[in-house]
Nanobody
Framework: VQLQASGGGLVQAGGSLRLSCAAW????????MGWFRRAPGKEREFVAG????????HYTDSVKGRFTISRDNAKNTFYLQMNSLKPEDTAIYYC????????????????????WGPGTQVTVSS
């Protein structure tokens, strides 16, 4: 599976961006998907994700109520809608996918994902 994230950019605090992650795979069904980010000087952290069944979604606490993850299986694409952006959301955002694990558990560690996109920069100015 090859992944390509897009949609990053520079936005003022309070603004919005939508990230997209296109997957090149025979089928998109059955993949757990996640968004991670790496802020300057920090380790990569989980942001939001789907379980492989698509029935479970999980967000890290700092983005709950502001970010929304969604998927379009017909387009082999999943999204991260980011609203009310804050300067602390500034990071390189990565999308990830994997076929392993429980169907209804969202994987929140980067070691649980085998496939990664190259990342897209999001910069939020104050």
């Amino acid at each position: 599976v090859q992944l390509q994230a897009s949609g990053g950019g520079l936005v003022q605090a309070g603004g919005s961006l939508r990230l997209s992650c296109a997957a090149w795979a025979r089928t998109f069904n059955g993949y757990a998907m996640g968004w991670f980010r790496r802020a300057p000087g920090k380790e990569r952290e989980f942001v939001a994700g789907f379980s492989s069944s698509g029935n479970s979604i999980h967000y890290t606490d700092s983005v709950k109520g502001r970010f929304t993850i969604s998927r379009d299986n017909a387009k082999n694409t999943f999204y991260l809608q980011m609203n009310s952006l804050k300067p602390e959301d500034t990071a390189i955002y990565y999308c990830a996918a994997d076929l392993r694990g429980s169907a209804n558990v969202v994987r929140t560690t980067d070691s649980a994902y085998a496939y990664w996109g190259p990342g897209t920069q999001v910069t939020v100015s104050s």
